[in-house]
């Protein structure tokens, strides 16, 4: 079977705010079965939905509970099933979120683990005996709290990369490996597409539990966590045995005839991210690129971007175009809900090499919620109270993850069609002018944008499989980025504008012809923050010189 996941488009669905169709205020399986005409009408090939499983819900699915079954709020088992076969009978792929770093403190295996240090499950998580009194060593979690958590009952610590009631998995034990294995075997055999790996770059810790050397670096960035607190992560992030493990995972999805695909969740510099993707692209089929999130609403940062992933992720490598997921703050949010710049965000994203990950409501401009860190659901804010929201943002770290995880806008009735109660966040302010139903009757909305450019994605090889230039004549100007795809004999010009003025591009007529405009004008104008595709006409060229 062809690899078909080297073309596709993704959209992120968080669940709890996607649709409810129970009325409990939490989005649920049901809600999202009901919403994929949407998304095959949108033009978007692969779902991927945020973790459903069993979870006492301490962060919101992160914290799974059994592998094996949804968790109540969001349906049964077998309306999973029917998902997928939703999915599927709409000629669609679903991908769905694998933690394997740990589990919830409820799961079975854990409760097993901290009953007794001879207990046969001991061994699935990673336990060691304090040193005179204080944790074995000095880790710290990715979050900046301590890994070490001390147990009462066996008096030892178990390790959490994460948060305290995410206990590490020891996959230094063959069984836990064997376990956490066929719990994707499962899924794959019932047909799912894929998995994306939830912080893949944790999993394996050092044996030799070295104190991590001190760092002058407090604040972590979305792309790379390696260094922060004040800690350089050598001993619990990125060791040579996750970039194996990555390969033996990729072995087991590979003996599936429907191709499914891996994406993981992990970060690093280049060098670290191709460990991740192995020399010969054998291990993780994909991994997030996070410094989108991080962007600048400049020509010269987006060319900056594909010239970096050309020297560094030529083909067969395939980059990712992420501006935005539930942990980080919404793109729109970044440009002061700018919808046009937002528009042409999204033209880059669907126009440049490699596969472009859309996160729910970025298509309508969704906006960022309003909720303080005092109020807060998420367990980052819950544990970052005392810190004020203008501290927050004046040091640039996103603590409440809430604020992007508002419900989706679907038309302007009361709940804006998420919920018929109260839901579960608060809505996003403007959702009377940002919500599907609106949209879709205006010609120029960013929905319509969205659905134009992945429409004519969808049709345009060169687009999905093309490589990639700057265009010459371009490639020093400082509002206008211009590169060209080319696959056989067709190319597809992309012009952006990310100026505050407009200009003109000149070109040929009888050699182009306008392919798209995200804002209509004369033929060589190009709007303040529009894009344009031109697209070489067949053969023409030879008759008009
Ligand atoms: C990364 C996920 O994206 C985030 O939402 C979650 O809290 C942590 N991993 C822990 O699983």
Redesign the pocket.
């Known amino acids: 079977m062809k690899q078909w996941w080297k073309q596709t488009t993704i959209y992120q669905i968080y669940p709890r705010s996607y649709q409810d169709s129970n009325g409990d205020g939490i989005g649920d399986i049901k809600g999202i079965i009901s919403r994929l005409d949407y998304l095959k009408d949108l033009g978007i090939e692969t779902i991927w939905i945020s973790p459903m499983y069993v979870s006492p819900q301490k ?1 919101f699915g ?1 914290d799974i509970a059994d592998y094996y079954h949804m968790d109540p709020i969001f349906g049964t088992v077998k309306e999973a099933f029917a998902l997928i076969k939703a999915v599927h009978n709409r000629k669609m792929k679903i991908v769905f979120d694998m ?1 394997l770093n740990h589990t919830s403190d409820e799961h079975a295996w854990f409760q097993e683990s901290r009953s007794s240090t001879t207990n046969p499950k001991r061994d699935y998580y990673i336990w060691k005996k304090g040193k005179n009194g204080a944790p074995p060593n000095n880790w710290i979690s990715m979050v900046g709290k301590p890994g070490w958590n001390y147990d009462e009952k066996t008096k030892e610590y178990y390790y959490s990369n ?1 948060l305290s009631f ?1 206990p590490d998995l020891n996959y230094r034990n063959p069984k836990v490996k064997e376990e956490m294995f066929n719990v994707m075997r499962f899924w794959m055999d019932k047909g799912v597409d894929g998995f994306r790996l ?2 893949f770059n944790s999993i394996y810790k050092d044996e030799s539990f070295k104190d991590n050397p001190f760092s002058i670096r407090y604040l972590p960035t979305p792309d790379n966590n390696d260094e922060a607190y004040f800690q350089e992560k050598k001993y619990t992030l990125n060791l040579p045995e996750n970039f194996k493990l990555a390969k033996e995972v990729r072995s087991l999805v590979e003996k599936y005839r429907h191709k499914p695909f891996l994406i993981g ?1 992990v970060s690093g510099d280049d060098k670290t991210l191709k460990g991740f993707l192995g020399e010969k692209v054998d291990g993780l089929n994909l991994v997030f690129q996070f410094e989108l999130i991080e962007f600048k609403f400049r020509a010269d940062f987006f060319r900056r971007i594909l010239l970096n992933n050309e020297i560094e992720f030529p083909a067969p490598f395939l980059p990712t175009y992420v501006f935005g997921n ?2 980080q703050k919404r793109s729109i949010s970044k440009i002061d809900g700018h919808l046009e710049k937002a528009k042409l965000l999204a033209f880059f994203q669907l126009t440049a090499r490699g596969i472009p990950i859309i996160y729910y409501g970025e298509e309508i401009g969704l906006l960022e919620g309003n909720i303080s860190n005092q109020e807060g659901l998420d367990p980052i804010a819950r544990q970052n109270r005392w810190v004020p929201d203008w501290l927050s943002k004046f040091l640039g770290i996103y603590l409440n993850r809430d604020n992007c995880r508002t419900p989706m806008s679907w038309d302007d009735s009361a709940n804006n069609g998420f919920t018929s109660s109260k839901p579960w966040l608060p809505l996003s302010s403007d959702t009377k002018n940002r919500n599907v139903e609106i949209e879709s009757k205006n010609p120029s909305s960013i929905l319509n944008h969205y659905k134009s450019l992945l429409r004519i994605r969808n049709k345009e090889r060169t687009l999905r499989e093309g490589s990639i230039g700057l265009i010459d004549k371009w490639k020093e100007e400082k509002d206008l980025l211009a590169y060209e795809r080319e696959w056989e004999d067709s190319k597809i010009q992309v012009y952006l504008n990310f100026g505050n003025f407009p200009r003109e591009i000149y070109f040929d007529e009888a050699e182009y012809e306008i392919l798209y405009k995200s804002y209509v004008a004369d033929t060589f104008l190009l709007q303040s923050y529009s894009g344009m595709l031109l697209k070489k006409r067949k053969s023409k060229k030879w008759f008009s010189k």
Request: glycine residues 0%.
């Open positions: 962060d992160y933690v994460f995410q939830d912080i969740e539930h942990d």
